[in-house]
């Protein structure tokens, strides 16, 4: 089945620092999506990504959606403590549509 | 966007029980879903719940664990059945209008003794 792998696992990192992470697959999607999830809470979607090569910001955050589409990336710029949580990339389950399959999620930590 | 309600939100059950979990959209929608997160893993879905008709299920989740209802275009509900310990997990459920993007509920964090 299609698998997302997701790195890096997890990230501790200083406020106020930048964070990258990425999402790769061995097959091709037309779609990437990004999600938060909180302690405690259901995933929140950031950010969604429909063409090759697009590049989309939400505020601090920006994804990519890569060219070969087979992989995608999240920055999130100057981290603040609020940031703590679990992303996950997430795209469609075959050509199903509307359901979808989850990269193994990044855990971000923050220091204050 | 949508918003999903779920309830309960937590419960601790005894194993060999069975928990009903309900999902409430505020407004129709053509597409409802349910996943399970194990602790400290990613989402994986256990089925799309069809409205007025029997639910369709991914591999490795049947009918008889987890049976699942849909009555109308705002409302899913799902059951865990004979409860294990190994069914500890949060259960989600999220929603979507046709090929909009999926919005979850907060989940619910199910725990068998």
């Known amino acids: 089945g299609q698998q997302l792998n997701q790195s890096p696992q997890s990230m501790f990192i200083q406020e106020g620092e930048d964070v990258s992470m990425n999402c790769t697959s061995s097959?091709?999607?037309?779609?990437w999506l990004w999600y938060k999830q909180d302690p405690g809470e259901g995933p929140v979607l950031l950010i969604a990504?429909?063409?090759?090569?697009e590049l989309t910001s939400n505020g601090r955050l920006t994804a990519q959606f890569g060219i070969t589409r087979k992989d995608s990336f999240l920055n999130i710029s100057a981290s603040i403590p609020s940031d703590v949580g679990i992303y996950f990339c997430a795209g469609p389950l075959g050509n199903a549509g509307n359901m979808l399959t989850f990269g193994g999620g990044t855990r971000l930590m923050v220091k204050p | 966007s949508a918003v999903i309600s779920q309830k309960p939100s937590r419960d601790i059950c005894q194993r060999g029980t069975s928990l009903t979990i309900q999902c409430q959209v505020d407004s129709q929608v053509t597409m409802m879903f349910w996943y399970r997160q194990q602790p400290g893993q990613s989402l994986t879905l256990i089925a799309t719940a069809n409205q007025g008709s029997e639910a369709t299920y991914e591999s490795g989740f049947v009918i008889d664990k987890f049976p699942i209802s849909r009555p109308n275009l705002t409302f899913s509900t799902l059951t865990v059945s004979n409860m294990s310990p190994e069914d500890s997990s949060i259960y989600l459920c999220?929603?979507?209008?046709?090929?909009?993007?999926?919005?979850f509920g907060p989940g619910t964090r199910l725990l068998v003794l």
């Open positions: 999220s929603a979507a209008r046709g090929q909009e993007t999926q919005y």
């Open positions: 990504l429909y063409k090759a090569g």
């Open positions: 097959s091709i999607f037309n779609t």
